[in-house]
């Protein structure tokens, strides 16, 4: 479900789940896990060359791994395979031992100066222009026990190495400064802007490491200019207690920062519940009034306009029905008058008039209802997402003109067979046939499109007609029998009219289903939430 903060809450999902799976749960669960040293920065900094230099030979050789890159290195002793080729280390991404592989992987390099129980992790861009390696960096930063970051004199104060920054402090990771490429007239100023930023952001104990603008050699970092750096990592690698203290330290700011992000989890989790409740609301209150209004529309007499009407009063004029009231052999003769003469019944098109007129009514009735949730729904930012991904929402399906065509044709037959076994009792068969069936069913027909108890509207043209049509279907049928007839017959189109309208509901429904938004989890996390701030 696609709502305004939705890219945000995702984004915190992700990072609950991999902090959970590649960091908290493996050192909670006391599998073995070697101290784990992240180099992460932003695209160009010199994180590739730094863990070269720190690791004494070329690991990812120049013009292999491009700013671009996805893969993560990952350089280990050879002790500790087993622990990074297992699942207990970003199980869900494949291995491989090629530093210049394309497909997404995890590289892993033995290396025997790195010490046993310790790894170095080379991330990808935190500024990739992928959203993926940004994600992945992110991940292995967070899965890491301590952090070298890798920044440039003149890139120190960009806006993305600094969000990170922050969250490493909330959950107390310890992080140390590489500031790389800096000129020595400019040394003392950017060390002590760095500096206070740090203090600011929560990390004013983090050491900082100054390296110059230098000639490689050898594609490395001459030995004077990365030794500070090795030396102090050796020392935290090679101190069981520096190395306690600092997993300690990060393992109990990602417990203790677990409640306010699962709190704020459930709020987005509530912010998708909302989003999906008043998509479905506005699909139930516009169907509903769509429903309520069909009973109006094809009761208040709209349906009996324009060609309808012109075409009961021709019916009317030819004194069809009224010669149905004439003695029989009057009846005879106008019958051979007509046969001769060539005039046509006018029950036909006045039947064919009314079909049509009901027919138009109930598409527009259809295509009203699904353009008004369309509106509605547009103006949510999951509707307008959801529209977006289902183009068949955005209007009525294509088969609706044929199914419009076989209800109100399948309802036109359902008349005609009533009235025919009506037809067989003695009490109306005389009737009937003196009318003609076509000339009954017309007349209950265009009586059935007009109710004065529920028309709004009285007085409207078709009001004097439709009473005339409700006082010859009683001379028919008898004036109680008629007007449950009547009552019949527009109850069964309204039963087809619903059926048809409703069915433009599916599309709608069925792209909810879709969103699957589970009920009340806000409410889970947030209990959740309360559960983990009483247990720590």
């Not at 009231?325 to 051979?336: F, G, Q």
């Amino acid at each position: 479900m696609q709502t305004d903060d939705s890219p945000e809450g995702r984004r915190l999902h992700r990072q609950l789940s991999s902090e959970l799976t590649d960091y908290l749960l493996p050192r909670i669960s006391r599998t073995r896990t070697p101290f784990l040293i992240a180099v992460g920065g932003s695209t160009g900094a010199g994180k590739s060359t730094l863990v070269n230099s720190l690791v004494g030979r070329s690991i990812s050789p120049a013009g292999v791994r491009r700013p671009t890159t996805g893969n993560p290195i990952v350089v280990h002793n050879p002790a500790d395979a087993a622990f990074f080729e297992s699942s207990n280390f970003l199980s869900d991404l494949p291995r491989s031992s090629d530093p210049s592989a394309v497909d997404p992987s995890v590289i892993l390099i033995p290396e025997e100066h790195v010490p046993a129980g310790t790894a170095i992790l080379d991330c990808p861009d935190i500024d990739s222009v992928a959203e993926s390696n940004r994600a992945l960096a992110r991940r292995i930063l967070m899965a890491a026990d301590l952090w070298l970051f890798v920044t440039t004199a003149n890139r120190y104060a960009d806006a993305a190495p600094w969000a990170l920054l922050r969250d490493a402090a909330a959950r107390h990771t310890s992080v140390a400064i590489v500031l790389d490429r800096v000129p020595p007239e400019a040394n003392r100023e950017v060390r002590h802007h760095l500096s206070s930023l740090l203090s600011s952001a929560g990390l004013a104990n983090s050491p900082i490491f100054s390296v110059a603008e230098l000639t490689l050699e050898d594609g490395l970092l001459p030995h004077s200019a990365i030794y500070p750096i090795r030396s102090w990592v050796e020392e935290v690698s090679s101190e069981v207690d520096s190395q306690d203290r600092i997993r300690r330290r990060t393992l109990d700011g990602s417990i203790a920062a677990l409640p306010a992000q699962v709190k704020s989890l459930a709020g987005f989790v509530e912010s998708q519940e909302t989003a999906y409740e008043m998509l479905g609301r506005s699909l139930d209150e516009n169907f509903r009034s769509a429903h309520e209004g069909l009973l109006q529309v094809f009761s208040d007499g709209r349906v009996l306009h324009g060609e309808v009407n012109a075409r009961w009063q021709d019916f009317v004029g030819t004194g069809q029905l009224f010669r149905g009231l004439e003695p029989t052999m009057a009846r005879m003769r106008d019958r051979i008058s007509a046969v001769v003469t060539g005039k046509h019944d006018a029950a036909a098109p006045l039947h064919i008039a009314i079909l049509r007129s009901a027919a138009i009514s109930l598409r527009e009735r259809a295509v009203a209802v699904v353009d008004a949730v369309n509106v509605d729904w547009q103006h949510q930012p999951a509707g307008a997402a959801l529209v977006a991904d289902h183009p068949e929402l955005r209007q009525v399906a294509a088969d609706l003109e044929d199914s419009v065509k076989a209800a109100v044709s399948d309802w036109s037959n359902e008349v005609n067979a009533l009235v025919r076994d009506i037809g067989q009792g003695k009490k109306s068969k005389a009737r009937i046939l003196s009318f003609g069936v076509a000339g009954v069913c017309a007349v209950l027909e265009y009586a059935a499109f007009w109710d004065p108890e529920s028309a709004s509207a009285p007085g409207l043209p078709a009001q004097g007609s439709a009473n005339v049509a409700r006082s010859l279907a009683g001379t028919i049928f008898g004036e109680q029998e008629a007007a449950n007839l009547i009552a019949s017959i527009r109850d069964r189109f309204l039963t087809r009219a619903a059926g048809l309208v409703g069915g433009c509901r599916q599309p709608f429904d069925n792209a909810l289903g879709q969103a699957a938004v589970p009920a009340r989890q806000s409410g889970t996390l947030r209990a959740a939430g309360d559960r983990l701030e009483v247990a720590l």
